[in-house]
């Protein structure tokens, strides 16, 4: 197995890389390495300093640059993403160094199986943390096209509704159809604390269509319509 990056060992016994070396081997963009680091290893949710990695500080043509000696379990995430023409070679490379310490180790039976259940409770770990970030996110997000079509239906039925029909005098009277409309609209945007019907959170959908479906007119609008309908009827 030919050396693609030099393996280090912690006092530990874990097996350890060159971030730095790591990322300009799989043919990164030099000048973006602060940046790169702070976001895909600093602020990294999924792997935490002193676990994975610590930071390492380097004289490179005697100049101060930061690096950091991090697992091979964190360099193979960072070569999957990396997605470059060296990306499986160096994920490759590292699963074969894994493989071979893991030999060189010779574990009992039992510290195999510990290991084994180590590793799952870790990406057990990171997949909890995946699934509340997807469920904060989609428990964020508005009202698509076709949810907001759905508004727009219900709301459409319940005016209709409202003045007693599409062929009620009321409903066809455009002005007083109009002031229906509005209420039904308000009520809305007043029920749920939002400022146009749009933003409606995806949650709240199936909550919004059934608040719609059981407003009831009140006071001078609700007499209104009943008043414009009996004129119609004594017609």
């Known amino acids: 197995m030919n050396e693609l990056i030099k393996l280090n060992t912690t ?3 874990m097996k350890t890389v060159s971030a730095r070396e790591l990322y300009l081997g ?4 030099k000048s973006q390495w602060s940046r790169w680091y702070t976001t ?12 994975d990695f610590v930071g390492v500080r380097l004289d490179v043509e005697g100049n101060e640059t930061q690096d950091f000696a991090i697992s091979l379990e964190f360099a193979k995430h960072i070569a999957m993403m990396a997605r470059t023409e060296k990306s499986h070679d160096y994920r490759n490379y590292f699963i074969e160094c894994e493989k071979k310490a893991l030999k060189v180790k010779k574990l009992s039976p039992m510290d195999q199986l510990r ?7 870790e990406h057990e770990e990171k997949l909890n943390k995946v699934e509340s970030k997807v469920n904060t996110l989609e428990n964020n997000m508005t009202i698509d096209h076709g949810q907001a079509c759905n508004i727009k239906l219900a709301v459409d039925l319940e005016v209709k509704k409202l003045c007693c029909g599409n062929e009620s005098a009321a409903y066809k009277n455009k002005k007083l159809r109009s002031k229906v409309y509005r209420y039904v609209w308000r009520s809305i945007k007043e029920y749920f604390n939002i400022t146009a019907y749009h933003n409606l959170l995806r949650k709240d959908i ?12 009140q006071g001078g609008l609700l007499r209104e319509v009943q008043e414009t309908n009996n004129q119609m009827c004594f017609s």
């Open 206 to 217: 199936d909550k919004a269509i059934n608040y719609i479906s059981s407003l009831k007119l």
């Open 115 to 121: 290991l084994q259940y180590q590793v799952l409770g």
């Open 11 to 13: 006092d530990t016994g």
């Open 26 to 29: 799989l043919g990164l963009n």
């Open 40 to 51: 895909n290893i600093v602020n990294n949710e999924f792997f935490h300093v002193g676990h």
